[in-house]
Structure formats: structure tokens, C-alpha cells
């Protein structure tokens, strides 16, 4: 089957950002349009007011609904306009060898498709992403000047507007290249039928080809199986949840590059599964999600809660400390109420003072977890001897709370998505509690969480 091998450059943007793709001879300018939104990061799909046009001899080539209707038959900036859907690319790319396709009217993008070869030997009805570089632009961002503003708060954390940069290219689906991933998209732009007579296959399942990975992996080839278990295992215990995409970004970022299909059939496989589950770790469709996480109700709750933030990561030996399920990071705050409690209560018992400081630290890092109870039950435990001491501990405990990785932060502490962005999120208040002298609050008192509960009826259950 003739087949034509393009690539496909986005002009005057830094880093360069490129695709290369094989689609069989034959391809409107309508398939070729759809097949450059799946190998990017556009969305016309969820967008279709985003038109895009091609201006090439004496046509305008567009899928623009308004200049279509009050242009149809008629001259549009010079060119005769024409519908994409009726009109192929053979013709033009074989006489000039490129032309220019832009997209959004707005953003104004400019790409630049030039053909590199014409085969026979391609044998799919719909085309293939081949290789490519770079991570492509949002949609909406603005063009090459918006998108160029873009980067430079994405890339800085420090700057005031990142986070809500952050969550806005979240919600555009700002996503690393995955070929694989495209190419299972690119499956839906057929507009031939496939010559399986001449494609190494068992029953439609491609074992071999030149231009298309094949359907199966063997996993017995697949390098550093444990240790994508192991960065699993870490994630979700930093997580809670993880999608696939920002986990093989964050692995690939460390280690030897994974694809997206080897890391669907490693976790499908039984036995990796198994392992994962024996570390709590449950897979599903679209992500690795902790088990504590199972019930439907408290995975929504999770995912609503961590919309928008950004992902701390860690480098790679830290990262996979993370493989113990208890591990927590030391902090200062940690050490100083440590010295606390070993010489007001503890008589200088490491062992005590330890687990002290595990058990407070695992209980602020539960979901949703209601930083004024978990620090009424643990000063609840001590006899303090005036209000000051009290509030001593208060603050220390807090300022743990403060800086303790959670679940909700995407790993990051909430003193940290404070520093990122001041006005934007505030850290936990250091407030005092209102308790009787002696450190113990009566059962008919108001209870310290501030519910406007009785404390029998509240936190002294």
C-alpha cells in the first residue's frame, strides 16, 4: 500500500516540538487534521470551535463553519474556499513537498507538514505515529507568545502565579508525548482497509511489523520489572493515587524508558498484580490507587481534593524510601518535640519518644484528617502542668502538621504549597486551644476542636 511518511514541526516555539507519522496514500486534509489533534495536545474533539486552515495554490482549505457558509463558491482572502473533507493531500504534498497547516484562528498555530518519503510497504488503513520530540503545547494557551509565557511560570515554582498555572495545564490535559498511547487513538482515523495478507499477524494480533509496534510484550524481555514495582509501591504510599501518564513520567524521568503499553501489561500480568496487591496497591483502568483508597466515595474525595496541585517528587533514592509503607520524612519540628516529650514525660525513652512521634505523624497524614482532633487527642495523653507548656506543644505539633507530606498535597507539605503561592493557599493556622489550667479540658466544657460541642459529647466520646 503507498503510504506517506510526514513531519510534522511546530513553527517559532522553543523547545522544538515535532511528530513524525506514516498515513496511507489517500487522506483528506479532514484526516490529516485529526490526525495531527491526537499526536498532539490539542482537542478539537471536546472543541470543535477551533477550526484550521491550509492555504495552498488558489484554495483555502478550512473546516471553519462560518467561512464556509458565507464564503461557499466564493473567494476568501484571494483563494477559493474548499471543505477539507472533500479534498485529498496526495496532489499537493507530492508537488511542493510541504505546506503550512494552521490551527486556531486565535492561537494562530503554525505547522509546518513536509513529506520525508513515499513507500509501498505500509499496510494499515490509518496512520501511525512513528517517533517525535517534545512535549506539545496546550490548547488555548495563547499561541507561540502565550505559550512561551507559559513555560516560564510552569517550569518556576516560585512564581505567585504557578500553581494556578499549574492546575490550568492540568485541566488541559498538558501531557508528555506517549506513542503508544497515540497510536492506539490514531487507530479511529481509518479511512482504508488494512491488508492483513501482508502484516505478520495471529488472528488481527500483530506480532511483527516495520512501521507498528507489535500487540503483544515480552515481558520476560522487559527490563526492570521489580524496580517498576518498587517505584508502584513508592508513588501510591506518597500518592495515594496515581494516574498512568504522571507515573511513567516520573519513572522515565529516573530510569531507562518505559512505554505505556509495557507498563499496562507488567501490571495486568497476575503476578505483578498480586505483588502489588500484597503491598496494599490495587490497579485499575487508568491508575494505581492505595487500598485504604478502594471504596468509590473516598477516591472521588481524593481526586477532588488534589485537582491542580502539583506533584512533589523526589530524586530516585529518597522517592523509593517510600517503599515502606511508615516511612515519613524527618523534619526539625519532629526532633524538637521528640526533645519535648523525652524530658517532660517520657524519662528519656528513645523507644517511647519514637513511636510517639510515628504514631502522631501517621494520624496527620490520614485523608481529611482534622489536624485540631488528632492534636486534642494526643496532648490528652499528657499531664500538662500550666497553659503555657500546653500551648508549647500546640504550636510544635502544628508546625508537624505544617510540614508533613500528605496525600491531599500530591506529596507536598501545606507549608510548601504556601511558599509556592501565598494568596493562593494558606498553610494550617497555629491556634491556641482554650483548655482548664492542668491540661485537661472538663467533659461539660466547650470541646477544643471548636465544634460548639460539649467535650463529652465530641472529642471525649
Same mark, same amino acid.
Given at each position: 500500500?503507498?503510504?506517506?511518511?510526514?513531519?510534522?514541526?511546530?513553527?517559532?516555539?522553543?523547545?522544538?516540538?515535532?511528530?513524525?507519522?506514516?498515513?496511507?496514500?489517500?487522506?483528506?486534509?479532514?484526516?490529516?487534521?485529526?490526525?495531527?489533534?491526537?499526536?498532539?495536545?490539542?482537542?478539537?474533539?471536546?472543541?470543535?470551535?477551533?477550526?484550521?486552515?491550509?492555504?495552498?495554490?488558489?484554495?483555502?482549505?478550512?473546516?471553519?463553519?462560518?467561512?464556509?457558509?458565507?464564503?461557499?463558491?466564493?473567494?476568501?482572502?484571494?483563494?477559493?474556499?474548499?471543505?477539507?473533507?472533500?479534498?485529498?493531500?496526495?496532489?499537493?504534498?507530492?508537488?511542493?513537498?510541504?505546506?503550512?497547516?494552521?490551527?486556531?484562528?486565535?492561537?494562530?498555530?503554525?505547522?509546518?507538514?513536509?513529506?520525508?518519503?513515499?513507500?509501498?510497504?505500509?499496510?494499515?488503513?490509518?496512520?501511525?505515529?512513528?517517533?517525535?520530540?517534545?512535549?506539545?503545547?496546550?490548547?488555548?494557551?495563547?499561541?507561540?507568545?502565550?505559550?512561551?509565557?507559559?513555560?516560564?511560570?510552569?517550569?518556576?515554582?516560585?512564581?505567585?502565579?504557578?500553581?494556578?498555572?499549574?492546575?490550568?495545564?492540568?485541566?488541559?490535559?498538558?501531557?508528555?508525548?506517549?506513542?503508544?498511547?497515540?497510536?492506539?487513538?490514531?487507530?479511529?482515523?481509518?479511512?482504508?482497509?488494512?491488508?492483513?495478507?501482508?502484516?505478520?499477524?495471529?488472528?488481527?494480533?500483530?506480532?511483527?511489523?516495520? #512501521?507498528?509496534?507489535?500487540?503483544?510484550?515480552?515481558?520476560?524481555?522487559?527490563?526492570?520489572?521489580?524496580?517498576?514495582?518498587?517505584?508502584?509501591?513508592?508513588?501510591?504510599?506518597?500518592?495515594?493515587?496515581?494516574? #498512568?501518564?504522571?507515573?511513567?513520567?516520573?519513572?522515565?524521568?529516573?530510569?531507562?524508558?518505559?512505554?505505556?503499553?509495557?507498563?499496562?501489561?507488567?501490571?495486568?500480568?497476575?503476578?505483578?498484580?498480586?505483588?502489588?496487591?500484597?503491598?496494599?496497591?490495587?490497579?485499575?483502568?487508568?491508575?494505581?490507587?492505595?487500598?485504604?483508597?478502594?471504596?468509590?466515595?473516598?477516591?472521588?474525595?481524593?481526586?477532588?481534593?488534589?485537582?491542580?496541585?502539583?506533584?512533589?517528587?523526589?530524586?530516585?533514592?529518597?522517592?523509593?524510601?517510600?517503599?515502606?509503607?511508615?516511612?515519613?520524612?524527618?523534619?526539625?519540628?519532629?526532633?524538637?518535640?521528640?526533645?519535648?516529650?523525652?524530658?517532660?514525660?517520657?524519662?528519656?525513652?528513645?523507644?517511647?519518644?519514637?513511636?510517639?512521634?510515628?504514631?502522631?505523624?501517621?494520624?496527620?497524614?490520614?485523608?481529611?484528617?482534622?489536624?485540631?482532633?488528632?492534636?486534642?487527642?494526643?496532648?490528652?495523653?499528657?499531664?500538662?502542668?500550666?497553659?503555657?507548656?500546653?500551648?508549647?506543644?500546640?504550636?510544635?505539633?502544628?508546625?508537624?502538621?505544617?510540614?508533613?507530606?500528605?496525600?491531599?498535597?500530591?506529596?507536598?507539605?501545606?507549608?510548601?504549597?504556601?511558599?509556592?503561592?501565598?494568596?493562593?493557599?494558606?498553610?494550617?493556622?497555629?491556634?491556641?486551644?482554650?483548655?482548664?489550667?492542668?491540661?485537661?479540658?472538663?467533659?461539660?466544657?466547650?470541646?477544643?476542636?471548636?465544634?460548639?460541642?460539649?467535650?463529652?459529647?465530641?472529642?471525649?466520646?
Amino acid at each position: 500500500m503507498k503510504a506517506y511518511i510526514l513531519k510534522i514541526t511546530f513553527e517559532d516555539i522553543t523547545p522544538l516540538v515535532w511528530r513524525r507519522i506514516i498515513l496511507p496514500a489517500g487522506a483528506t486534509f479532514n484526516r490529516l487534521h485529526e490526525t495531527i489533534q491526537y499526536a498532539t495536545n490539542f482537542q478539537s474533539e471536546v472543541s470543535p470551535y477551533h477550526s484550521f486552515g491550509v492555504e495552498i495554490e488558489d484554495n483555502s482549505i478550512t473546516n471553519n463553519e462560518a467561512i464556509i457558509d458565507e464564503y461557499k463558491g466564493k473567494k476568501y482572502v484571494g483563494r477559493m474556499v474548499k471543505q477539507p473533507t472533500r479534498i485529498k493531500i496526495d496532489s499537493f504534498l507530492e508537488k511542493y513537498g510541504q505546506f503550512i497547516y494552521n490551527y486556531d484562528f486565535g492561537d494562530d498555530w503554525c505547522i509546518c507538514v513536509k513529506l520525508e518519503e513515499t513507500v509501498e510497504d505500509y499496510y494499515f488503513g490509518y496512520p501511525t505515529l512513528l517517533d517525535g520530540e517534545g512535549t506539545a503545547p496546550p490548547e488555548d494557551v495563547g499561541g507561540p507568545p502565550g505559550y512561551e509565557e507559559f513555560l516560564k511560570v510552569f517550569q518556576d515554582p516560585t512564581h505567585p502565579d504557578y500553581l494556578r498555572t499549574y492546575a490550568w495545564a492540568e485541566e488541559q490535559l498538558y501531557l508528555p508525548l506517549d506513542i503508544d498511547k497515540i497510536n492506539e487513538h490514531l487507530k479511529s482515523v481509518k479511512y482504508k482497509k488494512t491488508e492483513w495478507q501482508y502484516i505478520d499477524h495471529d488472528n488481527y494480533f500483530v506480532l511483527s511489523d516495520k #512501521y507498528r509496534s507489535p500487540d503483544w510484550i515480552d515481558l520476560d524481555a522487559l527490563p526492570n520489572k521489580d524496580l517498576l514495582i518498587q517505584y508502584a509501591v513508592a508513588c501510591v504510599n506518597l500518592y495515594g493515587i496515581i494516574k #498512568y501518564p504522571k507515573f511513567m513520567e516520573i519513572y522515565n524521568s529516573q530510569n531507562t524508558h518505559v512505554s505505556s503499553s509495557e507498563l499496562l501489561d507488567l501490571l495486568s500480568n497476575p503476578l505483578y498484580e498480586k505483588k502489588l496487591k500484597n503491598e496494599n496497591i490495587l490497579v485499575y483502568r487508568n491508575a494505581l490507587i492505595h487500598k485504604t483508597m478502594e471504596e468509590l466515595e473516598d477516591q472521588t474525595r481524593l481526586i477532588q481534593s488534589v485537582v491542580g496541585k502539583p506533584f512533589y517528587v523526589p530524586e530516585k533514592k529518597e522517592l523509593l524510601r517510600y517503599t515502606d509503607e511508615f516511612y515519613f520524612e524527618k523534619t526539625s519540628h519532629q526532633e524538637k518535640l521528640a526533645k519535648m516529650l523525652a524530658k517532660d514525660f517520657l524519662g528519656g525513652s528513645k523507644v517511647t519518644v519514637k513511636k510517639e512521634i510515628k504514631g502522631l505523624v501517621l494520624e496527620l497524614q490520614v485523608v481529611n484528617a482534622n489536624v485540631q482532633q488528632v492534636l486534642q487527642k494526643f496532648l490528652t495523653r499528657f499531664e500538662m502542668k500550666d497553659m503555657e507548656q500546653l500551648n508549647q506543644y500546640a504550636q510544635v505539633i502544628f508546625d508537624i502538621a505544617n510540614n508533613t507530606r500528605i496525600w491531599e498535597n500530591r506529596g507536598h507539605t501545606p507549608e510548601e504549597l504556601f511558599q509556592m503561592e501565598k494568596h493562593y493557599l494558606k498553610p494550617m493556622p497555629s491556634t491556641f486551644l482554650n483548655v482548664i489550667d492542668g491540661g485537661k479540658t472538663g467533659r461539660n466544657d466547650p470541646c477544643t476542636c471548636g465544634s460548639g460541642k460539649k467535650y463529652k459529647k465530641c472529642c471525649g466520646k
